[in-house]
């Protein structure tokens, strides 16, 4: 397990562009046969990405940064099927996960192991932890079944469906909020005007994009942001202080992910237009 100690909302406006890649974008998640995890000091996020191929692969606990027995000893996690369709097995119960469907996995859960139902077409699962006080019972949040909210217009390049699968009106969770976020053919802005939000973190991994497309991500204070370049199947860490939005090549999707003190998916500070710079 990699980890991560971030900048704060001064020092990230002094770093270079590799400094701020080594900090906020998490490039290497998915590979094949492994689980690769990094645990961020912002809200103890846990991020990870589990491709299993011809054996299923079990979600361990490490001494060293979770000082915990098993995964979910004092955690709760939400898990992303974006690859081909899979199984999660539970202390004892099965889970098929097919494209975009999710899995919530609460506090207390001993044994988690992840499986490909085909290594030629493998599942491509992706995770996100953060601790819990509370334990909430294991839930499948299929895609159809996600709470849809069209945004945007085609005029704006912003036209997308924002789908929420674990949050405080879907799947109930400690402090976890999860979902997916959809752009329409034509349209490349996401979370445009932006925002920030005081009370929680978020993580942004985007997918769906071909390997010459690239999305330009922007973080940063409103009056002093950065810009990253991301490809497919990457994820960018947002600090509460900073901003989350981009532009890409082409459509594209992206997972969000949240974890704080508020689960309330409006709980957001508004940014003017006028004031990014």
């Not at 971030?6 to 590979?31: G, H, I, M, W």
């Not at 000091?41 to 991020?47: F, H, T």
């Not at 445009?192 to 204070?221: A, Q």
Request: glycine fraction near 8%; include cysteine; charge should be negative.
């Amino acid at each position: 397990m990699e980890t991560r100690y971030l900048p704060n909302n001064e020092s990230y406006q002094r770093l270079s562009t590799e400094e701020l890649r080594k900090a906020f974008v998490l490039d290497c998640l998915f590979n094949p046969g492994i689980i690769s995890t990094v645990y961020c000091d912002v809200d103890r996020a846990i991020i990870g990405g589990v491709v299993p191929t011809n054996a299923p692969l079990k979600l361990l606990a490490t001494k060293k940064e979770m000082a915990a027995e098993f995964f979910t000893e004092r955690r709760e996690v939400g898990v992303a099927n974006i690859g081909g369709d899979g199984t999660i097995r539970a202390d004892g119960q099965e889970y098929t996960l097919a494209f975009k469907d999710m899995l919530y996995i609460g506090r207390g859960v001993k044994n988690i192991e992840l499986s490909s139902s085909r290594a030629a077409q493998p599942a491509v699962f992706y995770l996100v932890s953060f601790p819990a006080h509370a334990a909430y019972p294991i839930a499948v949040a299929r895609s159809a079944d996600a709470d849809k909210t069209e945004l945007g217009s085609l005029e704006g390049a912003n036209k997308r469906t924002i789908n929420k699968y674990i949050h405080a009106g879907g799947v109930k969770s400690c402090q976890l909020a999860m979902g997916l976020t959809d752009l329409e053919v034509g349209s490349v802005w996401n979370s445009m005007p932006p925002h920030t939000h005081m009370r929680r973190m978020e993580i942004y991994m985007y997918f769906g994009l071909d390997p010459d497309s690239i999305v330009v991500h922007l973080m940063g204070t409103p009056g002093e942001t950065r810009s990253l370049v991301l490809r497919n199947q990457q994820a960018v860490i947002s600090p509460s202080w900073s901003i989350h939005c981009g532009a890409a090549s082409k459509n594209y999707s992206f997972i969000w992910a949240m974890g704080g003190e508020n689960q309330e998916f409006s709980d957001m500070d508004a940014v003017s237009m006028r004031d990014l710079r």
